[in-house]
Antibody, heavy 126, light 107 residues
Framework: QVQLQESGPGLVKPLETLSLTCTVSGGSINSRDYYWAWVRQHPGKGPEWIGYIFYSGGTYYNEFLESRVTMSLDTSKNQFSLKLTSVSAADTAVYYC??????????????????WGQGTLVTVSS | EIVLTQSPATLSLSPGERATLSCRASQSVASHLAWYQQMPGQAPRLLIYDTSNRATGIPARFSGSGSGTDFTLTISSLEPEDFAVYYCQQRSNWPLTFGGGTRVEIK
């Protein structure tokens, strides 16, 4: 059973860079069958997709955050990472890493999130 | 961006009752819609994908229907562990988006 675990600072100062890492166990991120994503959730709101990365290193970001987001992966450690620059209080949220299905759906790639990390709260405050 | 509107915001029911949750899309998403369950303090869990397909390990009391812009998640007979928040998510257009959620609470 694949498991994902987020790690990183829980407190980031305004205008600094938020950096999180997701460690995957029970499965390889070096797989054509999945994308690896970051999703965040503000208190009391629905989740918000940030972006995903493929095993090849290719990325796709939510256009609303694209100018501030960078994702990368380290296949040797079975990890992928998120960097979000110039953060503000609006970036305070629970951040999740998740596995994204690529196959098994009608009409092509699935883009559904079938496994999630437990989430980590990141607070932006001075 | 496709906006997903879920209703009602809160559903108050008793164990054993039937729950019917709605998700409406601002434009057609064909059948490309999923449902997730989120317990307090936990990550969302995939229940249903592509409108009506149950994810691995999901009980048969959960079912989904709809197409285009109107979708429904039905829980045929609520178990105590079903009281949670439910979200829909579309994959038809970028960016991937989620609804605002429906809370199913114990009456």
């Amino acid at each position: 059973q694949v498991q994902l675990q987020e790690s990183g600072p829980g407190l980031v100062k305004p205008l600094e860079t938020l950096s999180l890492t997701c460690t995957v166990s029970g499965g390889s991120i070096n797989s054509r069958d999945y994308y690896w994503a970051w999703v965040r959730q503000h208190p009391g709101k629905g989740p918000e997709w940030i972006g995903y990365i493929f095993y090849s290193g290719g990325t796709y970001y939510n256009e609303f955050l694209e100018s501030r987001v960078t994702m990368s992966l380290d296949t040797s450690k079975n990890q992928f990472s998120l960097k979000l620059t110039s953060v503000s209080a609006a970036d305070t949220a629970v951040y999740y890493c998740a596995r994204v299905l690529r196959s098994g759906c009608s009409g092509g790639n699935c883009y559904y999130f079938d496994h999630w990390g437990q989430g980590t709260l990141v607070t932006v405050s001075s | 961006e496709i906006v997903l509107t879920q209703s009602p915001a809160t559903l108050s029911l008793s164990p054993g009752e039937r729950a019917t949750l709605s998700c409406r899309a601002s434009q057609s998403v064909a059948s490309h819609l999923a449902w997730y369950q989120q317990m307090p303090g936990q990550a969302p869990r995939l229940l249903i994908y592509d409108t009506s397909n149950r994810a691995t390990g999901i009980p048969a009391r959960f079912s989904g229907s709809g197409s285009g812009t109107d979708f429904t998640l039905t829980i045929s007979s609520l178990e105590p562990e079903d009281f949670a928040v439910y979200y829909c998510q579309q994959r038809s257009n970028w960016p991937l988006t989620f609804g605002g959620g429906t809370r199913v609470e114990i009456k």
